[in-house]
């Protein structure tokens, strides 16, 4: 039996070695055009590759558009010929950084460089070196799909069945560790261990069902409807990380007596999960979903203190959500599976259309790679005899954008691969090449050299390796039927990477530097700048109208607050423990978790601003919230110029002390209040908004205490 | 005394002595940083990545002159 990475290796070589041969059958030039095709889209299953592969092709015919466009209007002008490129490939990139298509615009920026700067240099032939770009890619995307189709089809329907179910089985046993929880039944790591798990499964799920829908005609027949069930896929996430959060506050009260059906409530929501995972696999759900609400016992709860109420308050909010949810995502199963119609009733929420927020990441990798495609254009005009001048600016850029989108990976991690790529395909070109005189004898070479590169470096974490070996390989033997074999041309091809690599390495200092540790702190910086904006903006009339670029501003901070702890978390394992001193790196790891509560919290807090609120309270409470809000502002100022002068003690004191505050005047008001001023919606409101600023004091307070626990001043030190 | 350091043969094929100093003394300055790190006296530099540059030049003049053979 053939192991699958035997099976995929093959196939890439059998496509690598079919594209060249074509190629070099109809006497095209440059027939490693073809095989860059082949070797970049390889996927694993034949739904994907596809996927990739009409990106790609589509890619190149944009790209080539806008690479006759700036021909057409800087013919004769070298200056603004390679301001409009960079300004274009900049915009490349900020669009390859975002949520969706983002190889295609790689590739309409690698497509654009290429033919923009072979034909600028030579632009009598433009023309037909766009063509011939485009002829090739088609070559070696037909040719990998051709292969992929035909020889071990790989489906992609039975590992996205297989995830779906495994995603079922994970959100109902998540629910069920979250619930003992919740109740005080269990520890985190549990629910820890099955959130990563649901994380996974979701990403998996997400990535596949692009694929399936190519490559299965059951699953394109109803994608509307599985888009839908991604879509409530994710805001089942949402709900449970909410409603997580929030289980601090509901320690030491016994809910069952707080929450009479709570009982019932987790026995339907847990019917609901097994039978969406029982119609996954093909079977009748065993009933129909149950209507259910959380009714609290009024008579206990009067013995609780008004933050335990708006704890529990927040609690049943979120618990409602996901009994709203889960129904939801039953409904749209059971029409996935031809037993009901309901989810059709449904529709995907229209995305957001409020105008353009710049996202600050983005932006700085279009900063970086305009200043790789500039400093490689500014020495092939002022150092002479660079090699292969067109080449290495192409390459520059090609690589550049790969670089600049996933900065945490350090320029000097490419020296190793590229370097034994280089040697590997010179020694091929050098001392093996020269002795053949067919494609007979090419043909097998190809193949294995393609198929020893796939096999050595299968693994996805080692898909750079795979990806500089095979380019590497068609740059060096450059083969042609007028096949050539001269030294100076290899050693041309190294001099070529090694320059590429010393730009990459100077793009990471100039024009800004790049330094996980500084980085680190800058982002720290600005998700509190962020909450400190957001806070600010709480003072706002609520009847008032604020202005377009409030609105705007308002915007830009809100996703920087959602995104940043994300962000972080990805620079977590690029700090260099040399900087932590005597602080253990997981405590690093557990500042960014409490930054993303901090954050939940923020984004509860906000959500339950915009709930009206009974007069009377707004008018009687509004100097004890705006003492809370000052507070807060505040801390999280001092926090944006110092992310690390968050002193425990002092914030537990001072926030303590005005939520206390807080709470003896909420008990005075109430007292006073009459049944026709406070009634139970302007409850459920209130305790929202009650619970809000409780959870978001207690996230500030645990993120202090984790942060003055690190080693600031040595992480500040300087280092090369 | 000649002062012009004389071409590398490695295998035939003639390298600049200048290419063999630089890469020299950027191993050499690299080494060098790896150690200041070490010992945190990397701390009293306001611009590491300039002092990178400036050890790796001077590293390299020091090689070029002195090392590599006239």
């Known amino acids: 039996m053939l192991s699958f990475r035997f099976k995929e290796s093959f196939k890439t070589a059998l496509a690598m070695t079919t594209a060249y041969g074509i190629a070099l059958a109809m006497d095209w030039e440059k027939p490693y055009w073809a095989a860059f095709a082949v070797a970049f889209i390889g996927l694993a299953t034949v739904g994907q590759s596809l996927n990739k592969g009409a990106m790609r092709m589509l890619g190149t015919l944009l790209g080539g558009l806008m690479a006759f466009v700036i021909l057409a209007l800087f013919p004769q002008d070298r200056w603004g010929f390679i301001l409009a490129l960079s300004l274009v490939f900049a915009f490349c990139t900020y669009m390859r950084m975002g949520d969706s298509h983002q190889y295609f615009w790689q590739v309409v920026g690698v497509a654009l460089a290429i033919i923009a700067l072979s034909a600028g240099f030579d632009p009598v032939n433009a023309f037909d070196i766009a063509v011939l770009r485009a002829q090739e890619t088609a070559l070696g995307i037909l040719v990998y799909s051709l292969v992929t189709v035909l020889v071990w089809p790989s489906r992609t329907e039975p590992e996205f069945n297989a995830t779906v179910d495994s995603l079922a089985s994970t959100q109902l046993r998540l629910f069920q560790a979250y619930m003992m929880e919740m109740r005080g039944q269990g520890g985190t790591e549990q629910g820890d261990a099955l959130h990563a798990e649901a994380m996974q499964n979701q990403s998996q799920f997400s990535l596949l069902l692009d694929a399936a829908v190519t490559d299965s005609f059951e699953v394109w027949e109803v994608r509307r409807q599985w888009r839908l069930y991604r879509a409530k896929v994710e805001e089942f996430a949402w709900a449970m990380a909410s409603w997580r959060d929030g289980f601090s506050g509901l320690q030491g009260l016994d809910l069952d007596a707080l929450l009479p059906n709570l009982r019932d409530f987790d026995e339907e929501i847990q019917a609901r999960l097994a039978d969406i995972g029982r119609m996954q696999t093909g079977q009748s759900p065993s009933r129909q979903p149950q209507d259910v609400v959380l009714r609290p016992d009024t008579g206990q709860i009067d013995g609780l203190s008004h933050f335990q109420v708006a704890a529990l308050t927040a609690a049943r909010t979120q618990l409602q959500a996901l009994a709203r949810v889960t129904r939801s995502l039953f409904e749209i199963a059971s029409e996935l599976h031809g037993l009901g119609r309901a989810a059709s009733e449904q529709r995907e929420e229209p995305r957001s259309t409020h105008g353009f927020v710049p996202d600050p990441e983005r932006l700085t990798a279009s900063v970086r790679v305009m200043a790789i495609l500039w400093m490689a254009y500014l020495a092939g005009v002022y150092i002479p005899d660079i090699p292969n001048l067109v080449g290495f600016i192409i390459m520059s850029g090609s690589i550049g954008i790969t670089f600049v989108s996933m900065p945490q990976i350090s320029a000097s991690i490419l020296l190793l691969p590229l370097s034994v790529s280089l040697l590997f395909a010179g020694f091929v070109y050098l001392l093996i090449m020269p002795s053949m005189s067919s494609y007979f004898e090419l043909g097998p070479l190809i193949f294995l050299v393609t198929f020893a590169i796939c096999y050595l470096f299968f693994n996805p974490r080692q898909v750079i390796s795979r990806q500089a070996g095979l380019s590497v390989f068609a740059v060096v033997t450059g083969i042609t039927n007028e096949q050539q074999y001269d030294f100076v041309s290899f050693a041309d091809s190294t001099s070529m990477v090694m320059l590429v690599l010393l730009i990459l390495v100077i793009v990471t200092y100039f024009p800004i530097w790049i330094h996980p540790r500084k980085v680190f702190v800058q982002l720290l910086a600005r998700f509190f700048r962020s909450a400190e904006y957001l806070l600010s903006t709480m003072r706002w009339d609520p009847d008032g109208t604020p202005t377009r670029v409030d609105l705007w501003r308002k915007r830009f901070h809100t996703r920087e607050l959602a995104t940043l702890p994300g962000k972080l978390g990805t620079w977590v394992h690029t700090i260099d423990p040399g900087i932590l001193g005597h602080t253990p790196p997981q405590q690093v790891q557990t500042l960014v978790n409490h930054l993303q509560a901090l954050s939940y919290r923020m984004q509860a807090l906000l959500e339950a601003r915009t709930k009206p609120q009974a007069d009377f309270l707004v008018q009687e409470l509004l100097s004890d919230v705006r003492a809370w809000r000052l507070l807060a502002q505040r801390a999280c100022g001092q926090l944006s110029h110092d992310p690390a002068s968050g002193r425990h003690a002092t914030f537990r004191s001072e926030l303590d002390r005005v939520l206390n505050h807080l709470e003896a005047r909420v008990e005075e008001v109430l007292n006073r209040a009459t049944g026709a001023q406070f009634s139970e919606m302007d409850g459920e409101h209130f305790y929202g908004l009650l619970g809000a600023y409780r959870s978001v004091s207690e996230a500030l307070v645990d993120y202090a205490g984790t942060a003055s626990a690190i080693d600031w001043a040595r992480w500040r030190e300087s280092r090369f | ?70």
């Open chain 2, 1 to 70: 005394m000649q002062l012009i350091p004389s071409e590398f043969v490695i295998g035939g094929v003639y390298f600049p002595p200048l290419l063999i100093a630089s890469f020299l003394g950027v191993v050499a300055a690299w080494l060098t940083t790896q150690l200041l790190n070490r010992y945190r006296l990397s701390r009293f530099f306001a611009y590491p990545p300039l002092v990178l540059l400036a050890i790796a030049v001077i590293y390299t003049v020091f090689i070029g002159t002195f090392i590599i053979p006239a």
